[in-house]
């Protein structure tokens, strides 16, 4: 991808209403990001893009929700409190802070050119005093990752709905992490979305579990549209990975910043729930007639909303020339776009076509949620607006509508127009 598409990208998102600065009135807050109204509607769908492909269309996996404020007790035990870190130095004159692994120079600041201090660990759990009285507080946790709140209801699952191995909980939610330099739009955010699975099996099944997950994660690639010959699978070494895997593979996406992790695939073993049996004193062991009892090793698909997001945007994102215009379009799959079908009339100074399109908004809108009435403009430009926003396809009223009920429906991607009969729209559209 070229330098300047990122520049393009987070330009459409302000213009365009996805995504707006976090605090953004009073000058901003670095590594906060806010959704405006399509970008809520792509986030929304995204994630039930998601739910249904993981959970909606399987036997053997369960959802939760979880608080994401967590006890100390449980990041202590997890061993978030001492290995959830990175390398950081301070510049002695401007006090900005860095990540080490990020500079060309450990000595030199990038910013202020001053002399940069000696390398520190930053813990990136962010903290939260919980009461109201001086001296009596509790100290407890923003969650830094999803999956702890899954793995400390392990046995109210088992107690509950009694699975049968191997079987998986799924979570999405936000999570937390004091990020020393967030950057790059919504790749590196201090409050972000996760969507993530732990699947528990016997540990003579975890490989091919492990295989069978990661194919799982190409096929969604593909199905949320992320362009997939521009993501590939890195094998992370020992003494990278995180203290809690055995074995981890990344997807990285070419980013215009980079190749960058996109996804993580882990084999976590028995790490977690030995971990909290241990310290909580809890049997997390599973049970089964057949076998003696034994604690479970896990696989863990983790997948970054705001990343998919970005990868989604940015594989969307095309320009091009359409009947003899220059275009910016967005090439969502009609399952995320963030509005499914745009109704117009084709002139919005007769009445009896504003009225008729109104009609035929109104009908389709209780079949498809997520369709636009649009009347701004000549009929180019409400074309051009819904080509920016990713709009799949665009529906006008015009005078021959009144005649014999068919509109003109009209493809995003190629630009063909077809009539179509109105009782007809909604099979098109959903």
Sequence with gaps: MSSDVMEKIVSLCKRRGFVFQGSEIYGGLAGTWDYGPYGAMLA???KSLWWKHFVGVREDMYGVSTSTIMSEAVWRSSGHLEGFTDPMVECAKCKRRFRTDHLPDVKKCPECGGSLG????????????????????????????????????????????RPKLPFGLAQMGKAY????????????????????????????????????????????????????EIVHEVEIPNGERAHYSKRTIDFEFEYPFGQKELYGLAYRGE?????????AGVDFRYADESEEPFVPHVIEPTFG???????????????????????????????????????FPLLKNKPELVAKAREVYSSLKLQVS???????????????????????????????T?????????????????????????????
């Design 370 to 400: 997520s369709v636009q009435f649009d009347a701004n403009g000549n009929i180019g430009k409400r074309y051009r607006r819904q080509d920016e926003i990713g709009t799949p396809v665009c529906i006008t009223v015009d005078f021959q």
């Design 177 to 228: 992490r004091n990020e020393i330099a967030p950057r790059d739009f919504l790749f590196r955010a201090r409050e972000f979305d996760l969507m993530e699975l732990e699947y528990f099996v016997r540990e003579k099944e975890w490989e091919a579990s492990f295989e069978m997950w990661r194919n799982e994660m190409h096929s969604w690639i593909e199905a949320v549209g992320i362009k997939k």
């Design 118 to 161: 000696d390398e520190k660990t930053f813990n990136l759990l962010i903290p939260v005093e919980l009461g109201s009285v001086a001296g009596e507080t509790s100290r407890a946790y923003l969650r830094g990752e999803v999956a702890q709140g899954m793995f400390i209801h392990f046995k109210n699952i088992l107690d509950t709905i």
């Design 402 to 430: 009144l005649e014999d009920d068919t509109v003109t429906v009209r493809d995003r991607d190629s630009g063909v127009q077809e009539r179509v009969s109105v009782n007809d729209i909604a099979k098109l559209v959903s």
């Design 271 to 279: 790490y977690d729930l030995k971990r909290h049996m241990e310290q």
């Design 305 to 343: 909303h705001g990343r998919t997001i970005l990868a989604v945007l940015l594989s969307a994102y095309d320009e091009d020339e359409l009947g003899g215009e220059k275009r910016v379009v967005l090439r969502f799959k009609k399952e995320i776009a963030p509005v499914k079908a745009a109704v």
């Design 44 to 46: 929304h769908n995204i």
